[in-house]
T-cell receptor, first 115, second 110 residues
Framework: AQTVTQSQPEMSVQEAETVTLSCTYD???????LFWYKQPPSRQMILVIR??????QNATENRFSVNFQKAAKSFSLKISDSQLGDTAMYFC????????????FGQGTRLTINP | NAGVTQTPKFQVLKTGQSMTLQCAQD?????MYWYRQDPGMGLRLIYY???????DKGEVPNGYNVSRLNKREFSLRLESAAPSQTSVYFC?????????FGPGTRLTVT
């Protein structure tokens, strides 16, 4: 079974700083997908970024980028020029591409951006 | 285009009562999912439906039943609610490799 671990329960940075959230996972699969989801106080789950394991190039979406290290089974999220609206819970998640495409989530990191 | 909708948004039950959480999606997705979110934990899969007419257990199915009524709707039923089922419940649907989530239902069982 796959497991996803986020070792930072909480993080706090000043507005405009760069912050990196860590995620490690365990799987015997060679092909899979990894995701970062954001959950603001509204409770809505919002997809931030997705990475396909077969792609060596790290995914980027505007101020959000990942550092995907397949051999180390590490998938960190970097948020550049952080904004107050980035305050949220962030969840790392794993998906096998075959079958029912179920998501396995980490425990989450609570990120606070301070003014 | 409403995406994924869930009703109700909040619910309080007494131990032993039953209720059904409703979920609907208007994106013509084949797959639908029910997750629960507890404090300090990520979302955990309760049940899923890969296509209309099929349902399968996820990681934490005990105490729940589901019905995939049609392609749009996927309901979650608690037959005899227990305090351990106090949680936030999310429905999701997916096409290819992206899941879209509903706004969640906060359920409290006293």
């Amino acid at each position: 079974a796959q497991t996803v671990t986020q070792s930072q329960p909480e993080m706090s940075v000043q507005e405009a700083e760069t912050v990196t959230l860590s995620c490690t996972y365990d799987t015997s699969e060679n092909n899979y997908y990894l995701f970062w989801y954001k959950q603001p106080p509204s409770r809505q789950m919002i997809l931030v970024i997705r990475q396909e394991a077969y792609k060596q190039q790290n995914a980027t979406e505007n101020r959000f980028s990942v550092n995907f290290q397949k051999a180390a089974k590490s998938f960190s999220l970097k948020i550049s020029d952080s904004q107050l609206g980035d305050t949220a819970m962030y969840f790392c998640a794993f998906m096998k591409p075959r079958g029912a495409q179920k998501l396995v989530f980490g425990q989450g990191t609570r990120l606070t951006i301070n003014p | 285009n409403a995406g994924v909708t869930q009703t109700p948004k909040f619910q309080v039950l007494k131990t032993g009562q039953s209720m059904t959480l409703q979920c609907a999606q208007d994106m013509n997705h084949n797959s639908m999912y029910w997750y629960r979110q507890d404090p300090g934990m990520g979302l955990r899969l309760i049940y899923y439906s890969a296509s209309e007419g099929t349902t399968d257990k996820g990681e934490v199915p005990n105490g729940y039943n589901v019905s995939r009524l049609n392609k749009r709707e996927f309901s979650l039923r608690l037959e005899s609610a227990a305090p351990s089922q106090t949680s936030v419940y999310f429905c999701a649907s997916s096409l290819l490799y992206e899941q879209y989530f509903g706004p969640g239902t906060r359920l409290t069982v006293t």
